[in-house]
């Protein structure tokens, strides 16, 4: 049985916690502060995700029937958001589809624009999403998919205890977080650079641990 811990007015968006896994202080910025900006780099995903985003395409090949841009939610996590794909492959274990003929096990499948990365914050996000399925479908789903653009590679990815606990203390986290209205502070790294978001977090700032008005004036020293 499902615990419902939020209200349909807590619920916060699943993607966002892709974005917590890569950077709190970029989540926050984004779902908290409400700041956003674009860069080549989100250009590129949304371009590559409008290809897969048409909600009146439902493919069928074999024993797999496509669906894109499958809404989803979890009351457990308090999560709500889209799918890109979720694929129903014909299993005797699965569940029955209205309109259709057998049993079918969801999996959800995520797109990316760049190529596998090191942190689990894909992983974590297509996880998020079979939480989704599992308590909407009452299915367990063992397994999902990352389709990666750059390496034209899919990745399967299983979904561990381990993994699911990321997921549910990621989005405690979160709701937390939003609660308070709190923007983290975090490490300056490498990834700062590729940030979207690198010109409003200022991490540079962060990491002398300046004043704003100190890190703008020199600045204005400079010209």
């Given amino acids: 049985m499902v615990k419902f811990e939020y209200t349909v007015d807590d619920y916060l968006p699943l993607s966002g916690i892709q974005h917590f896994q ?8 984004i779902h908290i502060e409400r700041q956003w900006q ?22 069928s090949r074999r024993d797999v029937i496509i669906s894109r841009s499958v809404p989803v939610v979890s009351h457990s996590l308090g999560l709500q958001g889209v799918c890109d794909v979720v694929e129903f492959t014909s299993d005797p274990k699965g569940v029955a589809l209205h309109g259709r003929e057998g049993l079918f096990r969801p ?39 990352l389709f990666y653009w750059e390496t034209r590679h899919r990745e399967n990815v299983v979904f561990t205890d381990d993994l699911r606990r990321l ?37 540079d700032l962060m990491e002398k641990n300046q004043p704003a008005s100190q890190y703008i004036q020199s600045y204005l020293d400079q010209d």
Avoid at 38 to 59: A, F, I, Q, S
Avoid at 120 to 141: G, R, T
Avoid at 181 to 186: A, S
Wanted: aromatic share 6%.
């Fill in 22 to 29: 890569f950077c709190r202080r970029q989540w926050a910025l």
């Fill in 38 to 59: 674009d860069n080549v780099l989100t250009v590129e995903g949304k371009l590559r995700h409008e290809r897969v985003d048409d909600p009146y395409r439902l493919e």
């Fill in 107 to 145: 999996a959800p499948v995520e797109y990316k624009r760049g190529k596998p990365k090191h942190d689990p914050c894909d992983e974590v996000q297509l996880c998020a999403q079979a939480i989704c399925l599992e308590e909407m479908f009452v299915q367990s789903i063992p397994e999902g998919y």
């Fill in 167 to 203: 997921v549910r203390e990621s989005a405690q986290e979160m709701h937390d977080l939003f609660r308070r209205g709190h923007t983290p502070r975090v490490k300056p790294s490498k990834a700062c650079q590729s940030c979207s978001l690198v010109d409003i977090c200022l991490p």
